[in-house]
């Protein structure tokens, strides 16, 4: 199925912005939706809409039903062993929030080290910042090459005995960096860490194995790989996983309440109090069967493809700095000389197209790159080389617009 074929199955593509075809290169915030998964989440509130796990009529059965189904799609799209180490969360914030209170706090004391990098997005840095805090710990930062990737053997002089927790993204949602996330657990796994992994950005995009990776925790979206918003995953070890405590108490993760102790329900239940994301998780298994019949090889390989020809149709346009290594996922991050980014969305949304542009939930990362802010291109499975040479048109004509003189 190419691109134009995939395009048909996303009602949202075919509309104008401002007169203009709609040019969505967003998706790395959020991607938009086939019909598959809004038919899925239309069924289940037409046809069997009801809680899960303690019903026993009907419709309570079919909810349940299609709830663990998906956790199972989950299961096997990660391959993880059992569908005990597959948590529903709210989604990537949620779910290393979630490691960094359970695990991290009970953990960590004082003279223990947490690894991380500079490009980490926010929400894979103000936890740890906030475990560090209360634990004592250290946090320290794997320096950055200077095209934004890592060295490993800079990997090996930041990991030493006192680390006990690694945590890296698997992609920039900045650089587009794919990071060697399997090699740098090696290492930190050697020294006696754990290793947790952001897959919010690389999860959509690539095929992923926590098995291989050997990853002890990963934590994905739901609304960046076709799904919807408001769920994630947690995926962690059944080992460390069972010595963990809740961070949510309430219903449906309760095995026997007393009036001053309550014990909890086995895995994944436990880490899922109150009444579940039932719907979003409905659509995140037919965001996977969506995902799944293109195949992740086949999606990761046509951004390659647009990222490439979008860097090379960039460079012919005098003053656009690009930022990231050369290989990369389909994330094209940038800037025009004397123009805010700002005024870059604002002039390309005017021609129809939508892009991100500020810091990107990356302060520490835009510092890295002396810049405040800048604008990003994003790929998905739906865009074209004909929507990049627009986008092209349109960087032409911000800078017409704001007196550049060619």
């Given at each position: 199925?190419?691109?134009?074929?995939?395009?048909?199955?996303?009602?949202?593509?075919?509309?104008?912005?401002?007169?203009?075809?709609?040019?969505?290169?967003?998706?790395?915030?959020?991607?938009?939706?086939?019909?598959?998964?809004?038919?899925?989440?239309?069924?289940?509130?037409?046809?069997?809409?009801?809680?899960?796990?303690?019903?026993?009529?009907?419709?309570?059965?079919?909810?349940?039903?299609?709830?663990?189904?998906?956790?199972?799609?989950?299961?096997?799209?990660?391959?993880?062993?059992?569908?005990?180490?597959?948590?529903?969360?709210?989604?990537?914030?949620?779910?290393?929030?979630?490691?960094?209170?359970?695990?991290?706090?009970?953990?960590?004391?004082?003279?223990?080290?947490?690894?991380?990098?500079?490009?980490?997005?926010?929400?894979?840095?103000?936890?740890?910042?906030?475990?560090?805090?209360?634990?004592?710990?250290t946090l320290k930062y794997i320096p950055l090459k200077e095209d934004g990737s890592i060295?490993?053997?800079?990997?090996?002089?930041?990991?030493?005995?006192?680390?006990?927790?690694?945590?890296?993204?698997?992609?920039?949602?900045?650089?587009?960096?794919?990071?060697?996330?399997?090699?740098?657990?090696?290492?930190?796994?050697?020294?006696?860490?754990?290793?947790?992994?952001?897959?919010?950005?690389?999860?959509?995009?690539?095929?992923?194995?926590?098995?291989?990776?050997?990853?002890?925790?990963?934590?994905?979206?739901?609304?960046?790989?076709?799904?919807?918003?408001?769920?994630?995953?947690?995926?962690?070890?059944?080992?460390?996983?069972?010595?963990?405590?809740?961070?949510?108490?309430?219903?449906?993760?309760?095995?026997?309440?007393?009036?001053?102790?309550?014990?909890?329900?086995?895995?994944?239940?436990?880490?899922?109090?109150?009444?579940?994301?039932?719907?979003?998780?409905?659509?995140?298994?037919?965001?996977?069967?969506?995902?799944?019949?293109i195949g992740l090889d086949n999606i990761h390989r046509h951004e390659e493809e647009l990222?490439?020809?979008?860097?090379?149709?960039?460079?012919?346009?005098?003053?656009?700095?690009?930022?990231?290594?050369?290989?990369?996922?389909?994330?094209?991050?940038?800037?025009?000389?004397?123009?805010?980014?700002?005024?870059?969305?604002?002039?390309?949304?005017?021609?129809?197209?939508?892009?991100?542009?500020?810091?990107?939930?990356?302060?520490?990362?835009?510092?890295?790159?002396?810049?405040?802010?800048?604008?990003?291109?994003?790929?998905?499975?739906?865009?074209?080389?004909?929507?990049?040479?627009?986008?092209?048109?349109?960087?032409?004509?911000?800078?017409?617009?704001?007196?550049?003189?060619?």
């Amino acid at each position: 199925m190419n691109a134009q074929e995939v395009r048909k199955l996303f009602p949202i593509l075919h509309q104008e912005v401002n007169g203009k075809p709609l040019v969505y290169f967003d998706s790395a915030a959020t991607s938009q939706k086939p019909v598959p998964v809004i038919e899925a989440l239309e069924k289940y509130y037409r046809e069997y809409n009801s809680n899960v796990h303690r019903g026993v009529h009907t419709l309570g059965t079919r909810a349940t039903d299609a709830y663990e189904g998906a956790r199972e799609k989950v299961r096997r799209f990660i391959n993880a062993k059992s569908t005990q180490e597959v948590i529903f969360t709210r989604g990537t914030t949620t779910s290393i929030n979630t490691v960094a209170a359970s695990y991290g706090l009970s953990n960590l004391s004082e003279g223990d080290e947490i690894v991380i990098t500079p490009m980490e997005h926010h929400s894979n840095i103000i936890p740890w910042q906030q475990v560090a805090k209360k634990t004592g710990a250290t946090l320290k930062y794997i320096p950055l090459k200077e095209d934004g990737s890592i060295d490993l053997q800079d990997v090996e002089s930041t990991i030493t005995e006192h680390t006990k927790i690694v945590s890296v993204m698997q992609v920039s949602n900045v650089l587009g960096t794919i990071n060697p996330v399997k090699e740098i657990g090696a290492i930190a796994h050697k020294h006696g860490a754990i290793m947790v992994v952001d897959g919010a950005q690389s999860t959509p995009h690539l095929k992923v194995d926590v098995q291989d990776l050997d990853c002890d925790f990963f934590a994905f979206s739901s609304h960046k790989m076709c799904g919807p918003t408001g769920i994630g995953v947690l995926f962690g070890k059944k080992a460390l996983l069972n010595k963990m405590e809740p961070v949510e108490f309430g219903g449906e993760m309760i095995d026997f309440v007393d009036l001053y102790d309550s014990t909890w329900k086995e895995l994944p239940w436990k880490f899922e109090g109150g009444t579940p994301i039932i719907a979003g998780a409905i659509g995140l298994g037919a965001a996977i069967d969506f995902l799944s019949d293109i195949g992740l090889d086949n999606i990761h390989r046509h951004e390659e493809e647009l990222a490439k020809y979008a860097i090379e149709q960039m460079s012919e346009i005098e003053g656009i700095t690009i930022y990231g290594p050369k290989e990369r996922a389909g994330i094209v991050t940038f800037n025009i000389d004397d123009v805010h980014p700002h005024d870059v969305a604002t002039v390309l949304d005017a021609e129809g197209i939508a892009v991100r542009a500020g810091h990107h939930c990356a302060q520490p990362l835009m510092k890295w790159l002396n810049t405040s802010s800048t604008a990003r291109a994003s790929f998905y499975l739906y865009n074209t080389k004909d929507e990049i040479d627009s986008f092209v048109k349109g960087l032409v004509t911000t800078k017409e617009y704001f007196g550049h003189v060619f």
